[in-house]
């Protein structure tokens, strides 16, 4: 008996169209793009993912399920300090989706992530609506952040420069203006021009660790039982 012919693999799988997002970028990412990298018309593209939201929303869920993340073990402290620096970490791999994500479908995953976490905390300890809170506002920082860092990095219209240039020219310490020469603001501006000069992933530690300093203190002593103070290097 002759078999039968095995007929051509399908030009469109989901496993397909999250790798010609990723090979795309998530930054600008039009669906016409994505049908030209799969060969097939933005129609049939369509027809397996029906909004531009949804295509952002599976590619960035693949990426996150993909991902090997940290051990939930870890003391409170350092596990949200550890998944927040990943996660910033993961959103720098991939420029632009913080930014997509913004307007898009809240992957599954995403929500997964944040609901693992505040489990993790309530175990140790947290009521449900304190381990909320404090996930909520972790995450947030991360994501906050790490959208900043993309903004200060676009070149600003009519100059050579970037956002990021003109900031730093606006907080000069050497500026003459009137109340400039303030000690108390020469210090203010020479602490900004070098936290604007500085490697954006260190600030993020600063401000992560400012806002666990800020839970710490918000828990009572009896609470606190697995908070080591550890602070791991950003």
Request: no cysteine.
């Amino acid at each position: 008996m002759t078999p039968p012919r095995k007929g051509r693999p399908p030009k469109v799988t989901e496993t397909r169209i999250v790798e010609a997002v990723l090979a795309e970028g998530f930054a600008g990412l039009t669906v016409p793009a994505v049908a030209a990298r799969l060969d097939v018309s933005t129609m049939t593209l369509y027809r397996h993912v029906p909004t531009r939201a949804r295509l952002l929303a599976m590619a960035w869920d693949h990426v996150l399920d993909a991902h090997t993340w940290p051990d939930r073990d870890l003391p409170w402290r350092g596990l949200l300090r550890t998944y927040a620096v990943t996660l910033w970490d993961l959103l720098a791999r991939h420029p632009g989706v913080v930014t997509e994500m913004s307007t898009a479908i809240l992957p599954a995953r995403m929500a997964d992530l944040f609901d693992d976490l505040a489990v993790a905390l309530v175990h140790q300890g947290f009521t449900a609506d304190k381990a909320l809170l404090a996930v909520d506002t972790v995450i947030d920082l991360t994501l906050d952040h790490r959208r900043g860092v993309e903004t200060l990095a676009q070149p600003v219209e009519g100059t050579t420069g970037s956002l990021r240039d003109q900031v730093s020219t606006l907080w000069q310490p050497g500026d003459q203006t009137a109340g400039s020469q303030v000690p108390a603001r020469q210090a203010v501006r020479r602490a900004m021009s070098e936290a604007i000069a500085a490697d954006p992933r260190i600030w993020f530690g600063h401000k992560l660790d400012l806002v666990l300093d800020g839970i710490a203190a918000g828990r009572p002593a009896d609470e606190d039982t697995t908070d080591t103070g550890e602070r791991p290097a950003p």
